[in-house]
T-cell receptor
Framework: SAVISQKPSRDICQRGTSLTIQCQVD?????MFWYRQQPGQSLTLIAT?????????ESGFVIDKFPISRPNLTFSTLTVSNMSPEDSSIYLC???????????FGSGTRLTVV | GENVEQHPSTLSVQEGDSAVIKCTYS??????FPWYKQELGKGPQLIID?????GEKKDQRIAVTLNKTAKHFSLHITETQPEDSAVYFC???????????FGQGTRLTINP
């Protein structure tokens, strides 16, 4: 399975600012996924990031709020833009393993917006 | 779209006893069923998974069973230990969709 390094692990940000979260995978993967996990809740998919094309966003998430970059097959970033306290969550990236099974996750970014 | 229901939301068992967590799914095309363990402050960790062509899979104290007809799958943990205390999530995906849909999670507490 892929090993994913995610940073920052946590941050406290002022409302109205933006934060960029980075994920580095130790192998080349076609797709990477970004999730949000609100306090005490399950994981909700934000978008699927494909290398060389625009990300595909799930219902309720838009590119202007959560722009994603995927410059190569081992790296992706998620930006949380114009933050409000409602954006306070854990953000996680994920990538599949061989044959698109065995999805692994980064350690998460705990974001607090004040 | 796919919907995954997970029960119970909380589970407390005595150390050494067994724990069972169940999930039901709606999409009959679902073909991959992983289970994740999430400890406080960490990302989800894949602990076991099963594909739709297999009915049961075991890895030491952990097992997963799949009933495709009834569209449900279960996680079984035997001889529970304090370090098994965590939140557990089931998930499914469909070949081609390649995105996981998660259950609501089960907070498992092992009492010494």
């Amino acid at each position: 399975s892929a090993v994913i390094s995610q940073k920052p692990s946590r941050d406290i940000c002022q409302r109205g600012t933006s934060l960029t979260i980075q994920c580095q995978v130790d192998s080349q993967v076609t797709m990477m996924f970004w999730y949000r996990q609100q306090p005490g809740q399950s994981l909700t998919l934000i978008a699927t990031a494909n290398q060389g094309s625009e990300a595909t966003y799930e219902s309720g998430f838009v590119i202007d709020k959560f722009p994603i970059s995927r410059p190569n097959l081992t790296f992706s970033t998620l930006t949380v833009s114009n933050m409000s306290p409602e954006d306070s969550s854990i953000y996680l990236c994920s990538a599949p393993g061989a044959l698109d099974y065995g999805y692994t996750f980064g350690s998460g970014t705990r974001l607090t917006v004040v | 779209g796919e919907n995954v229901e997970q029960h119970p939301s909380t589970l407390s068992v005595q150390e050494g006893d067994s724990a069972v967590i169940k999930c039901t799914y709606s999409d009959s095309a679902s073909n991959y069923f992983p289970w994740y363990k999430q400890e406080l402050g960490k990302g989800p960790q894949l602990i076991i998974d099963i594909r739709s062509n297999v009915g049961e899979k075991k890895d030491q104290r952990i097992a997963v069973t799949l009933n495709k007809t009834a569209k449900h799958f279960s996680l079984h943990i035997t001889e529970t230990q304090p370090e098994d205390s965590a939140v557990y999530f089931c998930a499914t995906t469909t070949w081609g969709a390649q995105k996981l849909v998660f259950g609501q999670g089960t907070r498992l507490t092992i009492n010494p």
